[in-house]
């Protein structure tokens, strides 16, 4: 994904900035049709004329817009005014941080009213996108709400599953690696359920992905304790909960992927990690129980007849704990 050299690349100290107008930023947050923009008017106060010109000092305070930035920006004036957006772009933290707290204000009644729901998707995870890659956890954070916002948010026209937008495993690759930083890790946990839960994600697509290489920002993190433990949790709950998302025909025994999942827990048996080995084996039970022994059996016949040996149980898991015994041979 093109998005691990650009995480990492350092911001164009280049700063030129956009000119706003009619055709890209609106400053005076007129309404369009066609997608459905930011239309809330503003409180002026007592004072209509100072308000007014508060506002326009504030805006001078505010950076010009870097010109690598420049094409976010200018999908964003479709829906935001020229102040939302110059926060969400500026060079201090805290007025990005403000800028989506402001953004996120905006984001159901967009939805909402928007005639081309598709597009405002597009857009959306554009900037929810910027703000998961920013280097400030209060930015991350901040972004994250904001696609929660969109998730708990009705909508109804042309929208599409996420997994069909462009820039989604962008988003939950961003999403996944916040699992690991202590910060952020309950709510990057508690967006992550949010998707789950959601109409709009296609589960199947999603756990399939949860677990593929590509869902990880660097090839080490495949292994790591840090990255794997929090998924594992997750996709334990996913798992004791296979019942009720089956009654909602979100995901079935016969279409749940296990394959990606069944080799990130062989990688997860050989590490250091007592925690994370333990959890591997709860794991391999609750894939049996629900699952069967059949649909798992090439999987539990590439695992190490020692490892077998420390989950294997005559009742629990009689067919694993059979295929133990015969391969462990007479005693």
């Given at each position: 994904?093109?998005?691990?050299?650009?995480?990492?690349r350092?911001?164009?100290?280049?700063?030129?900035?956009?000119r706003?107008?009619?055709?890209?930023?609106?400053?005076?947050?007129?309404?369009?049709?066609?997608?459905?923009?930011?239309?809330?008017?503003?409180?002026?106060?007592?004072?209509?004329?100072?308000?007014?010109?508060?506002?326009?000092?504030?805006?001078?305070?505010?950076?010009?817009?870097?010109?690598?930035?420049?094409?976010?920006?200018e999908?964003?004036?479709?829906?935001?005014?020229?102040?939302?957006?110059k926060?969400?772009?500026?060079?201090?933290?805290?007025?990005?941080?403000?800028?989506?707290?402001?953004?996120?204000?905006?984001?159901?009644?967009?939805?909402?009213?928007?005639d081309?729901?598709?597009?405002?998707?597009?857009?959306?995870?554009?900037?929810?996108?910027?703000?998961?890659?920013?280097?400030?956890?209060?930015?991350?954070?901040?972004?994250?709400?904001?696609?929660?916002?969109?998730?708990?948010?009705?909508?109804?026209?042309?929208?599409?599953?996420?997994?069909?937008?462009?820039?989604?495993?962008n988003?939950?690759?961003?999403?996944?690696?916040?699992?690991?930083?202590?910060?952020?890790?309950?709510?990057?946990?508690?967006?992550?359920?949010?998707?789950?839960?959601?109409?709009?994600?296609?589960?199947?697509?999603?756990?399939?992905?949860?677990?593929?290489?590509?869902?990880?920002?660097?090839?080490?993190?495949?292994?790591?304790?840090?990255?794997?433990?929090?998924?594992?949790?997750?996709?334990?709950?996913?798992?004791?909960?296979?019942?009720?998302?089956?009654?909602?025909?979100?995901?079935?025994?016969?279409?749940?992927?296990?394959?990606?999942?069944e080799?990130?827990?062989?990688?997860?048996?050989g590490?250091?990690?007592?925690?994370?080995?333990?959890?591997?084996?709860?794991?391999?039970?609750?894939?049996?129980?629900?699952?069967?022994?059949?649909?798992?059996?090439?999987?539990?016949?590439?695992?190490?007849?020692?490892?077998?040996?420390?989950?294997?149980?005559a009742?629990?898991?009689?067919?694993?704990?059979?295929?133990?015994?015969?391969?462990?041979?007479?005693?």
């Amino acid at each position: 994904i093109a998005l691990r050299s650009a995480h990492k690349r350092k911001p164009d100290e280049e700063t030129k900035s956009i000119r706003f107008n009619d055709d890209n930023i609106s400053t005076t947050n007129k309404l369009n049709q066609s997608i459905g923009r930011q239309t809330d008017k503003p409180d002026f106060g007592d004072d209509p004329e100072q308000f007014l010109k508060e506002q326009e000092e504030n805006l001078k305070e505010l950076d010009d817009i870097p010109s690598n930035k420049r094409a976010v920006a200018e999908s964003l004036g479709q829906i935001f005014d020229e102040e939302i957006i110059k926060h969400m772009f500026s060079s201090k933290w805290q007025h990005r941080e403000k800028g989506y707290e402001m953004a996120n204000g905006y984001t159901i009644s967009i939805l909402q009213k928007a005639d081309d729901v598709a597009t405002v998707q597009k857009i959306l995870y554009g900037v929810i996108q910027e703000g998961l890659m920013d280097k400030i956890v209060q930015v991350n954070l901040k972004a994250m709400k904001m696609c929660e916002t969109y998730l708990s948010t009705e909508i109804s026209g042309n929208s599409k599953p996420l997994n069909e937008i462009t820039d989604f495993e962008n988003i939950i690759v961003l999403v996944f690696d916040k699992l690991a930083v202590s910060k952020m890790a309950k709510s990057a946990e508690s967006l992550i359920m949010k998707m789950i839960e959601s109409s709009l994600v296609n589960l199947e697509s999603f756990v399939d992905f949860m677990f593929k290489p590509t869902s990880f920002l660097e090839e080490k993190c495949k292994k790591s304790y840090v990255h794997l433990l929090p998924r594992f949790r997750i996709i334990k709950t996913v798992i004791s909960n296979l019942r009720m998302l089956e009654s909602s025909k979100r995901i079935t025994k016969q279409n749940f992927p296990l394959k990606h999942l069944e080799d990130r827990i062989i990688d997860a048996v050989g590490t250091n990690s007592k925690e994370l080995r333990n959890l591997s084996k709860q794991l391999i039970v609750d894939m049996y129980t629900n699952f069967g022994y059949k649909n798992i059996e090439e999987f539990i016949q590439r695992l190490d007849i020692k490892f077998i040996a420390q989950f294997a149980d005559a009742n629990k898991t009689p067919e694993i704990y059979e295929y133990l015994k015969l391969a462990e041979g007479p005693t």
